[in-house]
């Protein structure tokens, strides 16, 4: 701490000498002073889930600032950056929003940039707590861009191709022109421009941008801070982690409510829901079975089989796990959802203690090998015992009438049926349930065998209910309008042919899912190609057989070596200026950037994990033989919540985390002026 507070030190007194309007901000503000409004016992009491946010001083009186009252506008963008011959790919109006009232010396006032990602622009204007909660004190230019193909940021339906300029480096070239060519302009002569420091923040993919825009164009981001940002999530970076958000998923089970408790031994969460699928497909054998299913599970219309059921009631956990916030939030439910309804604090942890009886020891025992899935379940005085090997189950019962009001089994099925009605009765208004499966279900395309390659938190290959078929009747104009309804994502996958592996498989005995997706014998994404080929071309989403969309005719690309080819893959240690911020009861977390070999979502040991100032926060350095790049790792933090708002319930390593991250945005910006003077 003492060389660091040095190193400081000696870059404010350069900058003193440098530049006097930035030091006059620096007394009126200083960031020291700034932290000092946030510790736990004085954050704002404004309301933890409200779907609106504020600046610091609005914070401070429990209020928050939206997009009305930012200055929001359009600006000209080139379709296709890298044309050529130049200026002949049209054009678009990408929108931008615009604060600046905390700037106080506006030739000198550093940017926050909010790098837009798969979403309309409120979505993040609305949420980025960090941005505004310390804009202020930085005395710093509030910008937030949306991204192309989202919101109002869309192109003609009319040009050619009109999906193919959906892709990260377009995007990437779309924020960096606007902040030399909107920002550092000077009174509109394009000779003359005046840099000032600017700083990117984005979460989730949004994240990945902020990373690769400090990365691509250095010249313009000063630095990024990358919540959430799982930039080494691609095959050839960890090919053997294709189960490994499950594997996070089945970590935060085993915690206690909440989760920064330490774990009690009476948690059987994790162990009872491994459990119920077996049951689920043992009982959807008799008809008896399939009206036990029906009832405990409050089901809309009769269930015709169990894989649906199981399909459906699997679908959730990965959502509620990506929503870990220690308070009430409708902030995952809205980006999946578009519904405005809220998930309880530490929603995972709730399904299991306090919205259900998961927790509770229903008599369930596992006799044999769970890692490799050969085992026997007992279920108390049930009378039930089931076989199973990989994906059959051989059930020996002697009566099913019995079994069927057996109390442990019925109590075990309602315990199931609670816990995912966090999520499926999010709104509290559904009296049964129809078998929809939650925005981020990746199961049912393993298992009927349709390519998962653009697997991601938005990955729905039918957002709007029309049929590509059908599309293929109307005129090209219309097929485009649908199409670009459907967000930037979806195309951006098929064009870039990004594939983010992590969630490839589940159920391969390092998880509490079953059955297994796979054929037994696959561990790494190598197995999965021999296994499905490299057929990616059969995503439906992807279909363009009369080249209307302009995605490429043949996805040749599952290991998607693009994207380590203009990224650097996990070789980044060169660059600087960046934190990965990764909460590790997030899923996405286990595409996060790590130093070598303490990768904590392998092992879940944070013991020698990295450096750590607070309980459950750790700081790697990701650089070369220094501390320009890091990646903090937040025990307790769910996707991205160092960016949302802070709160009175913020774990201490969240706190910490943030104020960890303040100090290197000070430490970029004076480090900008040193250089640029």
């Not at 077996?278 to 269930?303: D, K, N, W, Y």
């Not at 959502?319 to 519904?339: N, R, V």
Request: charged fraction near 20%; hydrophobic fraction near 35%.
């Amino acid at each position: 701490m003492l060389a660091f507070s040095l190193i400081i030190l000696v870059l404010l007194v350069a900058c003193a000498f440098a530049n006097a309007g930035y030091q006059e901000r620096r007394r009126r503000k200083p960031w020291e002073e700034y932290l000092t409004w946030f510790t736990p016992d004085s954050a704002t009491s404004a309301p933890l889930d409200s779907p609106t946010t504020d600046a610091s001083s609005q914070a401070r009186n429990g209020t928050r600032l939206s997009i009305t009252d930012m200055t929001c506008g359009f600006f000209q963008q080139a379709l296709n950056h890298f044309d050529l011959p130049r200026g002949q790919s049209g054009t678009y109006q990408q929108r931008y929003c615009v604060y600046n009232d905390f700037m106080v010396n506006e030739t000198s006032a550093p940017i926050f940039l909010y790098t837009g990602n798969e979403s309309p622009l409120e979505q993040y204007i609305n949420h980025t707590g960090l941005i505004w909660e310390s804009a202020e004190a930085f005395g710093a230019q509030v910008v937030f861009i949306e991204h192309r193909y989202e919101g109002q940021s869309l192109p003609s339906p009319f040009i050619s191709s009109c999906m193919a300029y959906s892709s990260t480096i377009q995007a990437l070239a779309d924020f960096a022109r606007f902040v030399e060519l909107k920002l550092f302009v000077d009174t509109g002569d394009f000779s003359r421009l005046r840099r000032r420091p600017v700083i990117a923040f984005g979460g989730s993919y949004g994240g990945m941008l902020s990373a690769w825009l400090r990365m691509k164009y250095p010249n313009t981001i000063a630095g990024a801070i990358a919540g959430s940002a799982p930039i080494w999530g691609f095959p050839r970076n960890f090919p053997s982690k294709i189960d490994a958000a499950y594997r996070v998923i089945q970590h935060g089970l085993q915690q206690s409510y909440p989760p920064t408790l330490k774990p009690l031994d009476n948690n059987h969460c994790a162990t009872n829901l491994l459990a119920t699928w077996p049951l689920i497909s043992a009982l959807a054998q008799h008809h008896e079975g399939l009206q036990l299913l029906t009832s405990s599970f409050r089901l809309c219309e009769v269930l015709k089989d169990g894989d649906t059921l199981i399909d459906w009631a699997q679908s959730p956990w990965f959502d509620l796990a990506e929503g870990s916030f220690p308070y009430s939030s409708s902030y995952i439910p809205f980006a999946l959802t578009h519904k405005d309804a809220k998930l309880p604090a530490w929603p995972l942890q709730a399904a299991c203690w306090t919205d259900s009886d998961l927790h509770l020891d229903w008599g369930v025992k596992f006799l044999g090998n769970r890692s490799d899935i050969r085992y026997a379940i007992e279920y108390g005085d049930s009378g039930i015992s089931l076989t199973v090997d990989w994906e059959n189950v051989v059930a020996d019962w002697a009566n099913i009438d019995n079994i069927s009001k057996h109390p442990i089994v019925v109590g075990l099925l309602e315990s199931v049926r609670d816990s995912i009605s966090v999520w499926f009765n999010v709104t509290k208004d559904v009296e049964c349930y129809d078998l929809l499966a939650a925005p981020n279900s990746l199961k049912q395309s393993v298992v009927q065998g349709r390519d998962n390659f653009t697997t991601s938190r938005f990955r729905i290959a039918q957002r709007n209910g029309v049929s590509e078929k059908r599309r293929l009747n109307e005129a090209p104009s219309s097929q485009c309008e649908e199409k670009m309804k459907t967000g930037s994502w979806n195309s951006l996958c098929c064009n870039e042919e990004m594939n983010l592996i992590i969630t490839e498989a589940l159920g391969l005995g390092n998880d509490p899912f079953w059955p297994p997706s796979h054929p037994r014998g696959t561990r790494t994404y190598a197995d999965v190609i021999r296994w499905r080929g490299n057929a990616t071309d059969n995503n439906e989403f992807c279909a363009d057989p009369n080249g209307i969309f302009g995605y490429p005719l043949d996805a040749t690309d599952p290991w998607s070596t693009w994207y380590d080819t203009i990224y650097g893959g996990t070789e980044i240690s060169s660059h600087s200026n960046i934190i990965f911020s990764n909460g590790l009861l997030d899923p996405w977390s286990a595409a996060g950037v790590y130093a070598p070999g303490l990768d904590p979502t392998v092992s879940h040991a944070y013991q020698n994990h990295g450096q750590t100032t607070v309980p459950g926060l750790y700081t790697q350095n990701i650089s070369q033989g220094s501390d320009n790049m890091i990646a903090l790792l937040i025990e307790y933090g769910g996707h991205h919540t160092d960016l949302m708002y802070a709160s009175p319930a913020d774990p201490p390593c969240v706190t910490e985390a943030r104020v960890v991250e303040r100090r290197y945005i000070q430490r970029w910006i004076d480090e900008f002026w040193t250089v640029t003077n």
